[in-house]
């Protein structure tokens, strides 16, 4: 017995304890790059709770005779949006699936992270004093904008239906309160209801769509989708119909969620009727979140089914072009015109997206980088505007007489944005919407591609007529313009810089767009 002890019994415990503690090192191994990964989300969403719970205490306080925290919430949300971004630069993990594959982190959403918060952080900076003389006091606002972020960061790195579906939820219910910020606004609150009912018509059809998908197939994830369809016949499977049906739906609600025709209805009258400060945030960062998890999805995971949704693209494509161009001719109010500009502008990503090519996609977040850059001047524009005598109208055209005149930095720096806009040399506007027409024509969507340039040749034409407005209208005699706030003229400084800069040497950028269009390929 002694001899069994020593030789046999022990030797193997040592043996299954050493198992044991290899394995155990193995988990936690596995649960620190885990927390690494997850470390800007998880430091965002700290610092939401204890602002939150800060703010609960502090405003309340009958002792400080409820101060107003607004100024101080904004400094610290830009400070908190900072740090989430050194700590998404500083992962070094360049591709793990973690949580079941439920989420992914590579190169590519790392990147539209590190983009997300760029622009988030200026909305906030020039946003501050606006939300001041607009009254809006209410520390919930800058609690959305981060919440609202964080969202996007998780459905960047979304690699799960539910986890995307989740995260899209999370952004949209942010989104719907920030559209009726302004409570003693009657037309801010039917923006925000608008918002929030077509939103959830939205979400009802994207959960549709993935319950459909799961039904179908008995599952989720998209690597499971990719291996499922990888070598799927799509003209005699069963499966075909029954995929094609969620994708529609997926897709319909996507189109929803960018403001692509004929889903764009709620676009003009949220822009209009949001506080200038939430239309902003609309405009600049969303899209770049939802282009990127849609790009992952139908061109990696659902790449068999190419033909249902170039279709599709194509078609969305067109129809944003023209409406966006056509129908802002008409538009006499300001935030409207932008609106219909950016319907206009999802067409042009639209038409990169369907080249379904390495430069086609290369081209689309070449775009949406010079979107975001030249909407952040335009609209610090916009919010200098809301200077005017009365604040609580909606701007029109007219308000822009003479602003070229009166202060001729204000001037400059609308008229180099949209300039941009309509892509006109030498503005990096220009080279992006070069890149997209070839990517374009290289595809061979000749059709889409012409419509594409001649809607552009239209969009130039309300673009030029509000630099007209801005050096050659006469200033209406009760209205005047205050000197620009130091938020908004780095802002439109900065943006002019890199407007410039990426036109003469736009391959920094460019090299940053095929590393991230590599990843999808």
């Not at 719907?176 to 003693?184: F, H, I, M, R, T």
Request: net charge neutral.
């Amino acid at each position: 017995m002694d001899f069994l002890l020593v030789n046999y019994i022990l030797p193997r415990l040592d043996l299954i304890e050493l198992f044991n503690l290899n394995q155990f090192m193995d988990f936690t191994l596995l649960q620190q790059n885990y927390f690494k990964m997850f470390l800007p989300e998880v430091f965002l969403s700290t610092s939401i709770f204890i602002l939150c719970l800060h703010a609960s205490l502090i405003v309340t306080s009958r002792r400080l005779s409820y101060p107003l925290v607004m100024q101080s919430f904004g400094k610290l949300s830009v400070l908190i949006l900072f740090l989430t971004f050194l700590l998404v630069n500083n992962n070094a993990i360049l591709f793990m699936l973690t949580y079941q594959n439920t989420f992914i982190f590579d190169l590519l959403s790392s990147n539209v992270k590190q983009i997300i918060l760029i622009g988030a952080l200026f909305c906030i900076i020039i946003s501050e004093n606006s939300l001041i003389k607009q009254q809006i006091n209410n520390f919930e606002y800058f609690l959305l904008v981060l919440s609202a972020v964080l969202g996007l960061l998780f459905l960047v790195s979304s690699y799960d239906m539910l986890s995307l579906y989740l995260a899209i939820e999370m952004q949209s219910l942010c989104l719907y309160v920030l559209a009726a910020a302004k409570k003693d606004s009657s037309f801010s609150t039917e923006a925000g209801l608008k918002y929030f009912i077509l939103g959830s018509f939205s979400s009802a059809l994207l959960l549709f769509g993935i319950s459909f998908l799961y039904g179908s197939t008995g599952t989720t994830n998209f690597d499971n989708f990719h291996l499922l369809f990888a070598g799927i016949d799509s003209e005699t499977s069963s499966l075909t119909q029954s995929v094609e049906i969620a994708l529609i739906c997926i897709m319909a609600a996507f189109f929803f969620k960018i403001a692509a025709a004929p889903f764009h209805m709620w676009s003009p009258d949220v822009y209009e009727g949001s506080p200038t400060s939430s239309t902003i945030f609309f405009a600049v960062v969303p899209k770049i979140a939802l282009f990127a998890i849609f790009l992952r999805l139908f061109q990696f995971v659902f790449a068999s089914f190419e033909e249902l949704f170039l279709f599709a693209l194509v078609f969305f494509s067109i129809a944003s072009v023209i409406s966006g161009s056509f129908v802002a001719l008409r538009q006499k109010k300001l935030k409207r015109l932008l609106a219909y500009s950016s319907i206009s502008h999802v067409g042009y990503l639209l038409l990169a997206f369907a080249a379904n090519s390495l430069e086609g996609t290369q081209s689309l977040f070449f775009y949406l980088v010079i979107y975001m850059i030249t909407s952040l001047c335009l609209w610090s524009v916009v919010l200098s505007l809301d200077t005017l005598t009365n604040e609580k109208r909606s701007k029109t055209l007219i308000d822009l007489a003479s602003v070229g005149s009166v202060n001729p930095y204000l001037g400059f720096g609308a008229m180099l944005a949209f300039f941009s806009l309509a892509g006109v040399p030498p503005l990096a506007g220009f080279f992006a919407k070069m890149e997209i027409f070839l990517s374009a024509l290289s595809s061979s969507l000749f059709f889409a591609s012409t419509v594409a340039i001649l809607s552009s040749v239209v969009a130039s034409y309300y673009y030029i007529r509000l630099i007209k407005t801005m050096y050659f209208e006469k200033k209406r005699e009760n209205s005047f313009i205050f000197p620009v706030n130091r938020a908004c003229s780095l802002t439109i400084s900065v943006a002019v810089f890199f407007l410039l800069y990426f036109f003469v040497n736009p391959y920094l950028l460019l090299l940053l767009a095929q590393k991230m269009a590599l990843c999808l390929f």
